[in-house]
């Protein structure tokens, strides 16, 4: 008989007059505990970056390196590629914290962000080595957009909205359009062409681009 089924017929029994026995309380699991966690991470981590390739590492040798038995790992992620997501979650940068005065400065700051993300990816073999594992599992590549881009790309049409609402953006074409041509040189330079230069001053430079052409024309004098 399965527990789910036992524990009804357990407290229906402490509940009849006569019968001996007490109610069994209901158990529940032993809490996940933060610092395996942590552990498990690092130790990938750690792993990676004295020259062991994703396709070296099992689960069994991350148990080890991480100092945990192999059933604590699968608890937590049901195979190597499901772990290698939260390593790579562990190591993004979190993103800038607007403060709503200017259009313009948020935009910036949303683009600088990209910026230094593209610095990092192509400073760090370890952080290009996990990324390029995660995007060769379309599922997992998507749990990460969902995840962590989502909020990102809404943050951006957050700011471009205020940005219509104050009459500083045309409101007669599409937001999420306006939004690519904000993004779309950035991440062009940072993931598809990784030789041209990423210098300080390019976010405030397409910033300054972009919205000079989504800016609204001028009413026409009557």
């Keep these: 008989m399965s527990r789910t089924a036992e524990q009804p017929e357990a407290a229906a029994a402490a509940a009849r007059p006569g019968q001996p026995g007490k109610a069994v309380p209901e158990r529940r699991g032993r809490p996940r505990s933060a610092a395996a966690d942590s552990a498990i991470i690092e130790a990938v981590l750690r792993l990676l970056e004295e020259g062991a390739s994703i396709g070296d590492l099992s689960m ?7 100092g945990v038995g192999k059933a604590t790992v699968y608890r937590r992620w049901p195979g190597k590629s499901a772990l ?3 390593v790579m979650r562990s190591l993004d940068i979190p993103p800038p914290q607007l403060k709503g005065d200017s259009v313009r400065d948020d935009l910036v700051a949303l683009l600088e962000f990209l910026r230094r993300r593209g610095l990092a ?3 760090s073999a370890l952080l290009r080595t996990i990324v390029s594992h995660v995007q060769a599992q379309p599922e997992l ?3 990460y957009h969902e995840t962590v881009v989502r909020a990102r790309h809404e943050a951006l ?20 359009t306006i939004a690519d041509l904000f993004v779309g040189p950035m991440l062009a330079r940072a993931m598809l062409h990784d030789w041209k230069e990423l210098p300080e001053g390019l976010a405030e430079d397409i910033v300054d681009m972009v919205l000079e052409g989504v800016r609204p024309a001028p009413a026409a004098a009557g």
Excluded at 60 to 66: G, L, P, Q, S, V
């Design 157 to 176: 049409l957050t700011v471009l909205r205020r940005g219509v609402a104050r009459g500083e953006i045309r409101a007669d074409r599409a937001i999420e």
């Design 60 to 66: 069994e040798r991350i148990a080890r390196e991480a």
């Design 84 to 86: 290698m997501l939260d």
């Design 121 to 123: 990816k192509r400073s």
């Design 141 to 143: 590549w998507a749990e």
